[in-house]
């Protein structure tokens, strides 16, 4: 993982030649293996901070419409040049050298004694702890710029904003309340056609040390013989296990790769694809996926542990995520094992642009995706008229 530090010169926005391998690359550097890492400074952090500050007695909530309306020119005027620069190009590479991850390490202080204790899941949330943090997350969106959108398929919307907690009742599962088995690597809601375009991942609380996983397409350089099977549209890909077994049948396939044919982009989840004997792939798709993932699965980076106040942000569809097994609320010291406040991380998603999606939105709410699986929408969610 490379690491590049603010100088004089990055206040400025000016492109170091770290930066410039972002938007252009060198030529002939080998595949990228793991997210440029960005340590924020500590003169960043605190303009981060102010800013978000005002926001929040200016417009009292990350989802004010006035303030999303907005949040572009909010994120430019606002966010230190140099975060904002290093953004908006990253919204806009996807040449070979773009892993598709940017980590930015310091981004913000968390103030543990106010955040209280870790609740027991996602549901008994206090998001009225967490509105300058959305307002932090939503700013990153902004600058690439995103907006901001929730999914029905996501806890019946929920926000734009979800605190993703570690739940005892769900510690086997592929989703991120589970903890105990590994969350094998996946491209958010690879079950929709209008996915997220971009992902936030802010780490108020990583007290077990727990890695976060990332791979990137770009990994494998460009397209091989076995990516070529995977542009044909003969992949099926239930929902995922927020669902019921009842609930995945519907029977519709697509490709895993699409876009640019040397350089694709990626729908994928190893979970769902590979390993839920339920998806009914046809042969030739199995045998497919089961090629694809024995080359992936050697190209998957952990060696990143995200600690309190640290952001990974992600295109997701480029970059696939995922974490390693452990178990909530105890660390590892010395071999010991010490009991600590349980994990707490906030995601946000966003979409590039609002008309593309426009045909799977309430009528009222173009931030709010009805999309159920592969186009279909639900049927017994807000009123679509």
């Not at 709410?365 to 699986?373: A, K, S």
Request: proline residues 6%; negative net charge; hydrophobic residues 35%.
């Amino acid at each position: 993982m490379e690491t590049i530090t603010a100088s004089a010169r990055q206040q400025a926005a000016i492109p170091t030649q770290a930066d410039r391998q972002l938007i252009t690359g060198p030529g002939a550097q080998p595949p990228p293996m793991g997210p440029l890492i960005i340590d924020v400074t500590p003169r960043e952090r605190t303009a981060i901070s102010n800013v978000a500050n005002i926001l929040s007695k200016a417009f009292g909530h990350y989802e004010h419409p006035d303030y999303i309306s907005s949040l572009h020119l909010n994120a430019f005027q606002l966010l230190p040049e140099r975060i904002a620069g290093l953004l908006s190009r990253f919204g806009a590479d996807f040449s070979r050298n773009q892993y598709g991850a940017l980590v930015f390490r310091g981004l913000t202080d968390v103030d543990q004694d106010a955040l209280g204790p870790t609740p027991p899941s996602w549901k008994e949330t206090d998001y009225s702890k967490l509105i300058k943090y959305g307002f932090i997350c939503s700013l990153l969106h902004g600058a690439i710029p995103s907006k901001p959108v929730q999914y029905y398929a996501q806890r019946k919307g929920g926000g734009l904003l979800h605190a993703v907690i570690p739940d005892e009742k769900m510690n086997y599962t592929q989703t991120g309340s589970g903890s105990r088995t590994d969350l094998f690597v996946h491209t958010e809601d690879a079950f929709l056609f209008n996915q997220a375009d971009f992902l936030s991942f802010l780490f108020l609380r990583n007290e077990e040390r727990v890695p976060s996983t990332l791979y990137s397409i770009r990994s494998h350089g460009d397209t091989n013989e076995i990516m070529e099977e995977l542009f044909k549209p003969i992949y099926k890909c239930p929902k995922d296990a927020n669902y019921s077994d009842e609930e995945n049948t519907e029977d519709v396939t697509t490709s895993v790769l699409y876009g640019n044919r040397k350089r694709p982009f990626i729908r994928f989840d190893a979970a769902e694809q590979i390993f839920n004997e339920k998806a009914g792939q046809s042969p030739e798709a199995m045998h497919n996926l089961v090629r694809f993932w024995e080359e992936a699965k050697k190209l998957i980076n952990n060696s990143f542990i995200p600690e309190s106040g640290d952001l990974i942000f992600v295109n997701n569809h480029l970059c696939a995520h995922g974490r390693n097994s452990f178990i909530a609320g105890y660390r590892n010291d010395n071999g010991q094992m010490v009991k600590c406040e349980r994990r707490l991380m906030l995601r946000m998603m966003s979409k590039t642009s609002l008309i593309n999606i426009r045909s799977v939105t309430q009528t009222d709410d173009p931030y709010f995706i009805m999309e159920e699986h592969y186009g279909k929408l639900f049927n017994n969610g807000p009123s679509q008229q």
